[in-house]
């Protein structure tokens, strides 16, 4: 066990910490005056404050829609409710530039809404249209993160405040949000960490007003200036760290928030009328927006032409393929095999630093949780500048004689940065569970006599296996949907569906584009539903008594 542990520092140190310091030294350390390096910082800030300016006003915005989301659809009982709850979760499974493009479906100056119903000629481009698209991206992430705090929240001090005087808005206002401030609170970091690393949308959607993200894949690309661009991601890195700090000074250490056994679907019995009926009008809204933009990228993947002539084709989607699967595949095959890797490694380590307490088990669990408070593009740029050196990187100091392997260029380094990007999923999600059971159970079985693989294979794991389950779900839809990690250590040979679309959408006309979006939404979606109801028929087939205890 103790080998196991030693070897998962190993990987951690060189798959998580190493790219990441990596950026830092390719930035920093190369010979130049800090003159220069005083240009690279001056031309990235205005970028800088302008990527800022846009993660607090989607934070603010994002935030307040989740959890009005949540509360109305887990607390209040109208009509629609359950539906409302799909819509809600769909933003999470759709593919990164599909929200983009129905945007200037619906708002662009041949849009339906604005040319064809209002007879404007205005432009969707700008800080405005990447503010509003990102709130509708990131609201399904801040209502699924608030939806777990209602589900355990304690109904029993709301019902107390009550009794003691406490006014239906003083117990939603101190009360109710008070006990969720854990989830809230974790919500807006996330929302602010991922409106930091979106470059997709600006890029699109940002006309002239570029976010420091965006201007990151530009330099790359389009400048072929690595160094730029590892300063400019040193700056990004800096944000993000303050919101993750601030998390966690959010939460109060020894503060109780409420929480117990999950309950769903309990209406209020009292509530106050105005918040209840503020908190439907912003779900509904939220709800029309994404039935809207999937509805109409629906509509233009089968017209022969978007605005113009909605005959139906299927002509679209022959474009958009050319007869070529295999980006779905290289997904497929992405996305399944890091998700294992990652939820199987990061549960496992979750046990040994909260079971087996090892040697520098907190630092190993900063480290590994690191890649949640790194934008996904900073973390591409890591293994680009670490690993394009043989021996995994190690051979630009040490055995500089040696031949390749190189990791930078084959295939095996995307599944390594996802599985490790998306392994802090798996860790967090078992260090949960592990609070909720009781560590006797494994003491009880050494006293019977079992081996330590024993208790693991026969107690602890089968206890984790719904964290292991619900991490595998996590990042196999995630990532399916990311490119921003991704994007600059991609072949030709192992091009992904994301990547396609990306290229679709900045090159190629609307009806492609949208044909695009809706397979992989449909493919990732079908992937999710065919993965749970195989393991609902394994878990069904496992709970039947054998024939021969059958009574």
């Not at 609201?139 to 777990?148: Q, R």
């Not at 630093?353 to 973390?379: E, H, M, Q, S, W």
């Not at 630009?396 to 390749?404: A, E, G, M, Q």
Request: charged residues 10%.
């Amino acid at each position: 066990m103790k080998a196991a542990y030693w070897a998962l520092v190993a990987l951690v140190l060189y798959f998580i910490v190493a790219p990441i310091v990596g950026v830092a030294l390719y930035g920093v350390l190369p010979s130049s005056s800090w003159g220069e390096l005083g240009a690279m910082l001056g031309r990235s800030l205005p970028y800088l404050g302008r990527s800022l300016f846009v993660a607090a006003v989607v934070t603010v915005a994002a935030t307040v829609v989740g959890t009005s989301g949540a509360l109305a659809t887990r607390r209040l009982a109208f009509p629609g409710r359950r539906l409302m709850r799909v819509l809600f979760a769909l933003p999470l499974a759709s593919p990164p530039f599909v929200g983009s493009l129905s945007f200037i479906m619906l708002f662009g100056r041949r849009g339906l809404i604005t040319n064809g119903l209002l007879g404007l000629s205005v432009s969707p481009f700008g800080w405005r249209g990447v503010a509003a698209l990102e709130v509708v991206s990131f609201g399904a992430l801040a209502y699924l993160v608030v939806s777990s705090a209602i589900d355990r929240l304690d109904t029993a001090q709301e019902d107390a405040a009550r009794t003691l005087g406490a006014s239906e808005r003083r117990v939603f206002l101190d009360v109710t949000l008070g006990s969720m401030r854990p989830e809230i609170a974790t919500a807006a970091a996330l929302v602010f960490l991922g409106s930091l690393a979106d470059f997709g949308t600006p890029l699109i959607l940002g006309g002239k007003f570029q976010t420091l993200a965006s201007d990151l894949y530009i330099q790359i690309t389009g400048l072929y200036d690595m160094r730029s661009a590892a300063v400019s991601g040193l700056l990004l890195l800096l944000p993000s760290a303050a919101a993750f700090a601030c998390l966690r000074a959010a939460i109060v250490p020894g503060a109780y928030y409420a929480t117990g056994s999950p309950i769903r679907d309990v209406a209020w019995r009292d509530h106050d009328k105005g918040v209840a009926a503020a908190l439907v009008a912003v779900s509904a809204l939220y709800s029309a927006f994404v039935v809207a933009q999937f509805g109409f990228i629906a509509i233009g993947a089968f017209s022969t032409h978007w605005s113009r002539d909605l005959t139906p084709t299927l002509a679209n989607f022959r474009e958009a393929l050319k007869g070529d699967l295999s980006p779905f595949v290289n997904s497929a095959v992405l996305a399944f095999v890091s998700a294992l890797a990652a939820s199987w490694l990061g549960v496992a380590l979750s046990y040994m630093i909260k079971r087996r307490r090892y040697p520098l088990a907190r630092a190993v669990d900063v480290a590994a949780t690191t890649p949640a408070a790194v934008p996904g593009i900073l973390f591409g740029i890591g293994y680009l500048v670490v690993f394009r050196y043989p021996l995994f990187g190690a051979g630009r100091w040490y055995l500089t004689s040696l031949p390749p392997p190189v990791l930078l260029g084959t295939g095996a380094v995307v599944f390594l940065l996802c599985i490790f990007r998306y392994l802090n999923v798996g860790l967090r999600a078992g260090s949960a569970l592990l609070d909720h059971v009781d560590p006797d159970l494994e003491d009880a079985a050494r006293n019977l006599g079992r081996s330590e693989f024993g208790v693991l294979a026969d107690i602890s794991m089968p206890l984790l296996a719904p964290a292991m389950y619900g991490s595998f779900l996590k990042t196999f839809s995630t990532t399916m949907t990311t490119l921003g990690a991704i994007i600059f250590l991609i072949l030709p040979s192992n091009k992904v569906a994301v990547q396609q679309l990306f290229q679709v959408v900045t090159g190629s006309g609307t009806g492609a584009a949208a044909a695009l979006g809706v397979m992989l939404s449909t493919f990732t979606l079908g992937s999710l539903a065919l993965m749970r109801g195989a393991v609902g028929l394994v878990s069904r087939l496992a709970s039947r008594p054998a024939p021969g205890n059958a009574a």
